[in-house]
């Protein structure tokens, strides 16, 4: 039986690891982490992650072919493919510090797999990683090797939370980057195996290992880049009458640029897109290409941009104050269907509202009340460093309440903002939370999915990214 070994059971790690053992029934998957209450989770009835379709798949595998477990050395010691899936996040110190990824968690994984193994492996690199990474984990391997053979491959992952399992289950494409040896072919072929059953084969691509490894950050900033263009054009709408949705709608008809990834939004998050693009940006700055840099730092600053340009719209309109007023937000995962808040928006504006001194009642479906206040309380970039967790500020945090309801989150209310596109947003009793808000009341949809001819209609104040403005919102300052 082959055996497959994954260092790292977070997002990506759990879910594509579920995947290849129901797939592969033939297959032995070990998922081990160094954090024990991330693996007591794996290993519960409560998973550590909401994913939908995870928890059957999970339930079908676990105790057979899938088992999540703390003994790293041991699964690593005996498997024949090894996954690296740790955190690679950005340097909050040092050379770099503020854009280049930070590799201690993928060398430190690495060192230990040189000293625990004592057969050949086939070291798959599925973190995003700065390209040329492969030939540093090569030489760290190959130096303590005692005469084991190892080959690395890149094999970046392109699942989207939320849509993980959807995504793993029919991927666009896998791709496979490697050594163009003999050995480093044959490495290709054993992994494309693993996916062969289950992913039709032209759909496997096969590269050299820099290929690889630079189409996963090329990948995230094409699909970043989409949404700061459209999220520009949101504020040119917003300044001339014209309406985004319907801008998109015709932009997105030709079929050279395609309708998906064109909502315009309060900005993106997610862990991935800011992080790959200034790695991106460092690897340019690196290699003596300042204009390539700049161009791709634009992307960030427009989703800067767009956060700090609702926030500021929020307080213009309520006659430019929100001090002790309450604002109900109305989501505060970085996207619908998960529970994830890394780099999620919602922290943006509601830290730029708090700075206002306003009072925030926070609601969202999946993310606690203790990630909520330790994200709000938390300095940039630390997030993804789990071992030096700042501790919280009470002073940043005592005006917010977390609630488990919106109607008890706009009880009172004077503004609602909208930061989470999730399905329940759309088909609330507007009616019956208007009734119950100060007034006037104002709505700001920081993801269009409001009905906002509707909502003028019941009497809210609305503002929605990208729309033409509410009369009230043309006769407030301008935004910038
Ligand atoms: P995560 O933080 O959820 O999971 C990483 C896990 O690795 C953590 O549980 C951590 O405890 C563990 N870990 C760190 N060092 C370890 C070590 N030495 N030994 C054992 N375990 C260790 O991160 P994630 O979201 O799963 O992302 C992992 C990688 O995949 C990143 O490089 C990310 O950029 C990339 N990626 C993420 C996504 C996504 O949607 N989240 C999608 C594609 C690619
Ligand atoms: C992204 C990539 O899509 C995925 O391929 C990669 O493997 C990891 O990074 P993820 O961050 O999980 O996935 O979610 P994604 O659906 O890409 O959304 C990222 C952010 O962009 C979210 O905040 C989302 O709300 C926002 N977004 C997305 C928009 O604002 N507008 C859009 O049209 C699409």
């Known amino acids: 039986m082959v055996k497959i070994c994954c260092i790292g059971a977070g997002y990506v790690g759990g879910p594509t690891m579920a995947v290849i053992a129901l797939k592969c029934p033939g297959i032995e998957v070990a998922v081990v982490d160094i954090s024990v209450p991330r693996i ?81 492996k086939i070291v798959v690199e599925k973190s995003t990683v700065p390209v040329k990474t492969a ?61 062969a059953n289950w992913v039709p084969e032209d759909r496997i691509i096969t590269t050299n290992l820099w290929s690889a490894e630079l189409s996963k950050l090329a990948a995230n900033a094409f699909l970043a880049q989409r949404i700061s263009s459209v999220n520009a054009m949101s504020a040119l709408c917003e300044a001339t009458g014209a309406n985004i949705s319907e801008v998109s709608h015709a932009v997105g008809k030709d079929t050279r640029i395609g309708s998906k990834f064109l909502n315009a939004s309060v900005g993106f998050g997610g862990s991935c897109f800011q992080k790959d693009i200034l790695n991106l940006v460092y690897i340019c700055e690196c290699n003596g290409l300042p204009e390539v840099a700049d161009y791709w730092k634009q992307v960030i600053k427009v989703n800067d941009y767009q956060k700090s340009r609702f926030v500021n719209r929020v307080v213009s309109s309520m006659f430019n104050t929100v001090s002790g007023k309450k604002i109900a937000i109305l989501g505060f995962a970085f996207k619908k269907d998960t529970g994830d808040t890394r780099e999620t928006p919602a922290i943006d504006v509601c830290n730029g509202l708090l700075g206002d001194k ?80 100060q007034k006037p009341a104002f709505l700001f949809d920081g993801r269009n999915v409001v009905d906002v001819e509707k909502l003028r209609e019941i009497g809210f104040i609305v503002y929605s990214i990208g729309k033409p403005l509410d009369s009230w919102l043309k006769d407030m300052p301008a935004v910038a």
């Open 358 to 437: 306003a009072h925030l009642s926070i609601y969202d479906l999946q993310v606690t009340e203790e990630q909520i206040r330790r994200d709000l309380s938390m300095r940039k970039f630390d997030w993804d460093h789990p071992i030096h967790l700042q501790p919280m500020s009470p002073a940043a945090v005592k005006e917010v309440s977390v609630v488990w309801d919106a109607y008890e989150a706009t009880k009172g209310a004077h503004g609602i903002c909208i930061l989470t596109e999730w399905d329940e947003f759309k088909t609330l009793d507007y009616k019956k939370i208007y009734d119950n808000m």
């Open 135 to 195: 030939e540093a984990i090569e030489k760290i391997l190959t130096h303590n090797s005692k005469g084991i053979k190892y080959q690395i491959l890149s094999n970046p992952e392109f699942l989207a939370e939320g849509t993980a399992i959807e995504d793993l289950f029919k991927p666009d494409r896998v791709l496979i980057g490697g050594r163009e040896t003999p050995d480093g072919q044959k490495a290709i072929q054993a992994l494309k195996a693993v996916y």
């Open 40 to 120: 007591a989770a794996w290993n519960s009835d409560q998973l550590p992650i909401y994913e939908p379709g995870l928890d059957e798949i999970v339930k079908q595998c676990r105790g057979k072919n899938l088992f999540f477990s703390t003994a790293v050395e041991k699964h690593v010691a005996e498997a024949d493919i090894i996954f690296v899936s740790v955190n690679t996040p950005t340097k909050t110190r040092g050379l770099g510090a503020g854009k280049a990824a930070d590799l201690t968690y993928w060398e430190s994984a690495a060192r230990m797999i040189a000293d625990v193994s004592k057969s050949d």
